[in-house]
C-alpha cells in the first residue's frame, strides 16, 4: 500500500540495460490548469524495448531513472484550479512531446521540431504513464468517448499514421488531380496495421506487405478490414507492384532501411512514399542510384520522413477509431494480444510474443473492464 502522495511506477535505469523495475514516485497535486489521471493501461511498443535495452533516450534532469510509457488510457480523478473541459471520470489520453524553445515548437508545431531538443515523456527526458496515477497539464490532455476505453492506448501509435496520411495530403495540394485509390503499407506490426485500418476506413484499396507466411494474427486483421496481406516469402514488393495500377502512397514502416529502397522502386508517378521506421544501427548496401533518381524526377515522386504528430493527429485519430468501430466492431481490440500487469517481468513483456501484436500494461485504475 503506498501513501496518499506516493505512487507505483515502472521503470529503467541507464545504468542497468536490459532491467526493468519497480518504483515509488512522489505524487504531487494538480496545480493550475492540471489534472490528475489514475492510469488504466499503457501500451508497450518497440521504442519501450529500445529504451529498456539502453539504446535510446535519458531519464529527466537531476532524476537516475525514466518511467516508462507513453500509450495511455486513464480517467482524470482530480482537477486542478483553472481546468476547463475534463471533470472526475472522463477517459483521456496524453500527448507524449512536448516543445523546447525552437521556432517550430513556439509555432505550436513540436512534433516538427527544428533542433530536436524536445522532451518526450516516457522516451526523452521526461517520466512517462506506467504509474499509478499522472499529473499533466489540460493542453496535453486528449479526451476520449467513454466507449473506446479497450482502444484508447491505440490512439498515440495510430497518430503516427494519420500524421503520415496527412502529410501526404498536404504534399498533394501541389495536383489539380489526386485520388488516392491505391496503397502499399510496408510492415505488418502495430504501425503498419493501424495504417492499413486508417486507409482501409478512407476506402482506398491497401495491400500490406510483411515478411511472415500467411494465415497470422496480422495477416487475419488485415484482411478482416478488406485489405490483401502479402508475404515478401511469396511474392516480392515488386511483383506485386507490377500487378497494381499506380501506387498512390506508400507508408513503410517496416523498421528495415533496405526497404526503403525497394519502396522507392515502386511508388507510382505523382506519388507519395512516408518513411515512418526509426531504423537503428549504421547498415549500408548497394542501390541503383541513377535509376532511382531518374523515376523521382520524371514521375514527380515525393519522399518524406514522418514522425511523431501532431494534437490534430491526435483527435482525427480519436475519430479514426470511432470509424473503425463502425465498420468493423471490435477488430482494432483484438490487436491487442497480451496483457501483463506491473508486477510481470516486462523486459519480456516488451519481447516478440508468440501469437503477439500488441501488449498492455494494466494497471488497477478505475473503469477497469
Ligand atoms: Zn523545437
Not at 291 to 320: C, M, P, W, Y
Not at 339 to 355: E, H, I, K, Q, V
Request: charged content about 20%.
Amino acid at each position: 500500500m503506498t501513501s496518499r502522495h506516493s505512487v507505483r511506477a515502472v521503470a529503467i535505469s541507464p545504468n542497468r540495460p536490459g532491467e526493468v523495475h519497480l518504483t515509488t514516485l512522489d505524487h504531487p497535486e494538480p496545480g493550475p490548469g492540471e489534472v490528475e489521471i489514475t492510469v488504466i493501461r499503457v501500451g508497450v511498443c518497440g521504442t519501450d524495448r529500445e529504451l529498456i535495452r539502453g539504446e535510446i533516450g535519458h531519464p529527466p534532469a537531476g532524476s537516475s531513472e525514466l518511467i516508462l510509457g507513453h500509450e495511455v488510457a486513464g480517467r482524470v480523478s482530480k482537477v486542478g484550479a483553472r481546468v476547463a473541459g475534463f471533470k472526475v471520470g472522463d477517459l483521456v489520453t496524453v500527448m507524449v512531446r512536448r516543445p523546447d524553445d525552437c521556432p517550430a515548437c513556439v509555432a505550436g508545431q513540436p512534433d516538427m521540431c527544428l533542433d530536436r531538443n524536445y522532451t518526450e515523456r516516457g522516451i526523452a527526458g521526461a517520466h512517462g504513464f506506467m504509474a499509478e496515477k499522472i499529473v499533466e497539464h489540460q493542453q496535453w490532455v486528449i479526451a476520449v468517448p467513454d466507449y473506446l476505453e479497450s482502444v484508447a492506448t491505440l490512439i498515440e501509435p495510430l497518430t503516427v499514421v494519420e500524421k503520415a496520411v496527412r502529410q501526404a495530403e498536404l504534399i498533394q495540394r501541389r495536383l489539380n488531380y489526386w485520388n488516392l485509390r491505391t496503397a502499399l503499407v510496408v510492415g505488418a506490426g502495430p504501425i503498419g496495421l493501424l495504417g492499413t485500418l486508417l486507409l482501409r476506413s478512407k476506402g482506398v484499396d491497401v495491400h500490406t506487405v510483411a515478411r511472415t507466411r500467411s494465415p497470422n494474427p496480422a495477416s487475419e486483421l488485415v484482411a478482416s478490414c478488406g485489405a490483401t496481406y502479402v508475404s515478401t516469402n511469396e511474392q516480392s514488393i515488386a511483383e506485386l507492384a507490377a500487378m497494381l495500377p499506380n501506387i498512390d502512397l506508400i507508408l513503410e514502416c517496416s523498421g528495415a532501411s533496405s526497404v526503403v529502397f525497394e519502396s522507392m522502386g515502386v511508388l507510382g508517378n505523382n506519388g507519395v512514399l512516408v518513411l515512418l521506421s526509426l531504423t537503428g544501427g549504421h547498415s549500408t548496401m548497394e542501390v541503383p542510384a541513377a535509376e532511382i533518381n531518374r523515376s523521382l524526377v520524371a514521375g514527380n515522386k515525393v519522399v518524406v520522413g514522418s514522425v511523431n504528430a501532431g494534437r490534430e493527429d491526435f483527435t482525427n485519430a480519436v475519430d479514426s477509431l470511432e470509424r473503425f468501430e463502425e465498420l468493423w466492431p471490435g477488430l482494432a481490440a483484438s490487436m491487442i494480444t497480451h496483457r501483463f500487469s506491473p508486477n510481470d517481468d516486462l523486459f519480456a513483456a516488451t519481447g516478440d510474443l508468440p501469437g503477439g501484436i500488441k501488449s498492455v500494461i494494466e494497471f488497477e485504475g478505475p473503469g477497469r473492464s
